[in-house]
């Protein structure tokens, strides 16, 4: 009969670890299960914003990252000085993903300007009625930049110069064009006049043979005269004898 008691008093025992083992992983998958559950519920962290330039047009984007799908209604307001000034366009409803899903609010923004975005949710456990913490404070540049406009009056004024340059030229390059058409205007006046006045003139005084026949005149004269005086003194000669 103590064997039988035994055997019994050790499966006693090992349904009572068993049923201890089931309990303890039954309460960490409850545990696990709520923790993914609330993992994946809403939640106002999951909302972000931004303001950013579509080209030159303000927008202010509101992304949402809520794995659940849970639809939330997104409103944006201008802020100043810690109120309200105006709400930005309409409401807007947005479903999350992992991936995230945004939603857009055309918005001329200024540099540095302040905006609340509002969130609200109304699903059965889930209810969040909160403000993106914190506001949102645009860049301190605007998308539409002033820069844009100087480029033009500098372009304008680079072609006043060119032209005031060539202005000058222009006004410099007639002046000698005429003094050089009127120096052989005048040349050519002047030299019809002597060729057809003194023609003889011209070629006997600048005839490049002039010199010679000179020469050989003078030259002859003195040949002349040394035969007169030579021929003089033989006759004084021959008188005397």
């Excluded at 409850?30 to 519920?41: F, I, K, Q």
């Excluded at 033009?152 to 222009?170: F, H, K, M, Q, R």
């Amino acid at each position: 009969m103590h064997p039988v008691r035994t055997n019994v008093s050790i499966s006693r025992r090992s349904a009572r670890r068993s049923v201890r083992i089931l309990g303890v992983a039954a309460a960490s998958a409850a545990l696990t299960l709520g923790v993914s559950a609330s993992a994946l519920a809403c939640n106002i962290r999951d909302f972000s914003a931004e303001a950013t330039c579509d080209g030159t047009n303000g927008v202010i984007n509101v992304k949402d990252i809520d794995a659940s799908g849970t639809s939330a209604t997104i409103t944006v307001f201008l802020e100043n000085n810690g109120a309200d000034a105006n709400q930005v366009g309409t409401a807007q409803t947005v479903k999350g993903s992992r991936e995230g899903t945004t939603v857009s609010f055309s918005e001329n923004w200024k540099p540095n300007a302040e905006y609340r975005v509002h969130v609200k949710v109304d699903s059965g456990k889930i209810q969040i009625d909160q403000d993106i913490k914190p506001n949102l404070t645009t860049p301190s540049t605007a998308c539409k930049a002033e820069e844009s406009t100087s480029p033009s009056p500098s372009e304008s004024a680079t072609p006043s110069p060119s032209a005031s340059e060539s202005t000058p030229a222009e006004s410099d390059s007639p002046a000698p064009s005429e003094s050089e058409s009127t120096a052989p205007a005048g040349t050519t006046d002047n030299a019809p006049s002597p060729a057809v006045g003194d023609s003889n003139l011209a070629e006997t005084g600048a005839n490049s043979n002039t010199g010679l026949i000179a020469g050989v005149a003078g030259a002859l004269v003195v040949v002349g005269g040394g035969a007169v005086w030579f021929g003089m003194r033989r006759r004084g000669a021959n008188s005397g004898s």
